[in-house]
């Protein structure tokens, strides 16, 4: 199967601070990426749906200005936290899926723990 | 109402056993139904899903779908140590919004 790499697996850092996130396709071009957040015992929520070269598409009660993705190119997806604070602590997840490919086909990264102190 | 609702366990069977993973859903709309594998600190990679309704076997697997009761089943034959992770399932209409069950721990004890 197709390969997505997220980075890092996990991070630690102070309340206030940026935390990037990385999501690369390997082996194919993702048009579309996808980002997703779970709490403890809560389902995977998707927060948001970029297309290469295109502004993201967030879904209700994800507050853009905090979580800005970025999608630049067509192996590339970047989630960035903006001044994170403990309640943004949660794992964070992406998934990538090719041009032309039906809505199974996404493959997931191996999600981001983070923790805001 | 949450649009998806699964039975978190935790499931702990022994080898060999017959493993059945269910979820329940509100929209009669949803028409794609996926039972996805995640082992631990890996993503969720997915098992199998089913378009609209029926059953689907993929070997040890098999997804069941029931529409009239909204109801979705994985049955799991001859579990194996290996089977042991988190089982989620994931609905959806068809656009790229798909929502995920909370997820079912499964172990198989050798």
């Known amino acids: 199967g197709a390969v997505v790499s997220q980075h890092p697996s996990w991070v630690i850092c102070k309340s206030g601070t940026s935390v990037k996130i990385e999501c690369r396709s390997l082996?194919?071009?993702?048009?579309?990426m996808f980002w997703y957040r779970q709490f403890p015992k809560q389902s995977l929520m998707l927060m948001a749906t970029?297309?290469?070269?295109?502004?993201?598409?967030?879904e209700q009660g994800v507050e853009k200005d905090k979580f800005l993705i970025n999608h630049a190119s067509l192996t590339l997806s970047t989630l960035t936290v903006t001044s994170a604070h403990p309640e943004d602590s949660s794992f964070y997840i992406c998934?990538?899926?090719?041009?032309?490919?039906?809505?199974?086909?996404?493959?997931f990264g191996q999600g981001t723990r983070l923790t805001v102190v | 109402q949450k649009e998806v609702e699964q039975d978190p366990g935790p499931l702990s069977v022994p080898e060999g056993a017959i493993v059945s993973l269910n979820c329940t859903y509100s929209?009669?709309?949803?028409?794609?139904f996926m039972w996805y594998r995640q082992y631990s600190r890996k993503g969720p990679e997915l098992l199998m899903y089913?378009?609209?309704?029926g059953n689907k076997e993929d070997g040890r697997f098999t997804a069941q779908v029931d529409k009239s009761s909204k109801y979705i089943s994985l049955f799991i034959r001859d579990s194996q140590p290996s089977d042991s992770a988190t089982y989620l399932c994931?609905?959806?209409?068809?656009?790229?919004?798909?929502?995920f069950g909370t997820g079912t721990s499964l172990t198989v004890i050798p």
């Open positions: 998934s990538a899926r090719a041009g032309g490919r039906g809505p199974t086909e996404a493959f």
């Open positions: 082996d194919f071009q993702a048009t579309t």
């Open positions: 970029s297309n290469e070269g295109s502004k993201a598409t967030y």
């Open positions: 929209n009669s709309a949803f028409q794609y």
């Open positions: 089913t378009y609209s309704s």
């Open positions: 994931a609905i959806g209409a068809g656009g790229n919004q798909f929502y």
